[in-house]
């Protein structure tokens, strides 16, 4: 083989490896999440934080417009509640991973797969980079597209991401903008199971 290929070769597979290497093992962010139905086209806002780690354990939490907690440790996967008015019941609601996983965690699991096409995506390079969902993981994850959008122009990093956008495969649109994105937090594991406050109804 010519050298000329071989170097070619090398710094596509290189290449390659760095855009697999897009997702971090964990990152934690407080973030905006705003919320377009497909009926009225109408916006809702909310605030809240995520934390995550590879592969399938998320800790996501709304703080407004009500107090809702999603977390699972890549087995078990709690939803909770809180109540409306102080003093009533919370509810939380107990199952395994696979089938409570949120749209989130098949989401973020995906992104392991890089910026390059592979079986779930098709990328479309540029700012921002749009990722087009194929049909059989339309119907796996509940995503037909994604939007990353990133800071800076040509940085293309994890860590450089201002907000991502999802359209659902119903149609509806979701766009977290993160407000303090960290990779690579030491996240404890406790963090990733849920022990209900007193006063929780509980159901599975």
Known sequence: MKLSTLISTALLFSS?????????QTFSSKFEQVYTSTLKGKEKKGQGSIEYKYPSQIRFETTTPSTVIFVSNGTKSWYYRAPFIEGEQGEVTESSTKEGSTIYIKFFDSLKNGLTSNEYYTVKKG??????FNKSAVKELGIKESVLNFKTPGNQKFEELS?????????????????????????AADRFNFV?????????
Not at 166 to 171: E, R
């Open 196 to 204: 209900a406050p007193a006063n929780t109804k509980k159901t599975n």
């Open 163 to 187: 907000s991502i956008e999802l359209t659902f495969s119903d149609g509806k649109k979701s766009k977290l903008n993160f407000l303090d994105l960290k990779t690579n937090p030491a996240l």
């Open 127 to 132: 700012d921002p980079v749009t990722l087009q």
């Open 16 to 24: 390659t490896a760095a855009f697999a290497e897009f997702l971090p």
